[in-house]
């Protein structure tokens, strides 16, 4: 069992950086897991945002952050970050890493792969 801990949010004005991190702890090595980060906007469903396969070798992203958010993880020190420039209003919302293992590596854009779920952390981009 996994457990994640997400922070890194906070307050950012449109067009600035945030980075985000989500730290893992479990009885498995952290690189049998494929991770991925969803977001939350108030009154809306969850949504996929990027994601990263196990070895960090497959990278995966919403078409609404291409080209703008950045994922990686070391598996050495359990931690997979969300890097996010060009910040827009509508990236506000809470953010969510989440873990899958699974038997093939697979970047999933469905929540319900995922087993386990960070707390979430608050990110708003003013305008």
């Known amino acids: 069992q996994a457990q994640l801990m997400e922070s890194g949010g906070g307050v950012a004005e449109t067009g600035g950086s945030l980075t985000l991190s989500c730290a893992a702890s479990s009885g498995r090595a952290f690189s049998t897991y494929d991770m991925g980060w969803f977001r939350q906007a108030s009154g809306k469903e969850r949504e996929f945002v990027g994601g990263?396969?196990?070895?960090?070798?497959?990278?995966s992203y919403a078409d609404s952050v291409q080209g703008r958010f950045t994922t990686s993880r070391d598996n050495d020190k359990n931690i997979v970050y969300l890097q996010m420039n060009s910040l827009k209003p509508e990236d506000t919302g809470v953010y969510f890493c989440a873990a899958r293992r699974g038997l093939i590596p697979v970047v999933s854009y469905d929540a319900q792969d995922y087993e386990y779920w960070g707390q979430g952390t608050q990110v708003t981009v003013s305008s």
């Open positions: 990263i396969s196990r070895s960090g070798g497959t990278t």
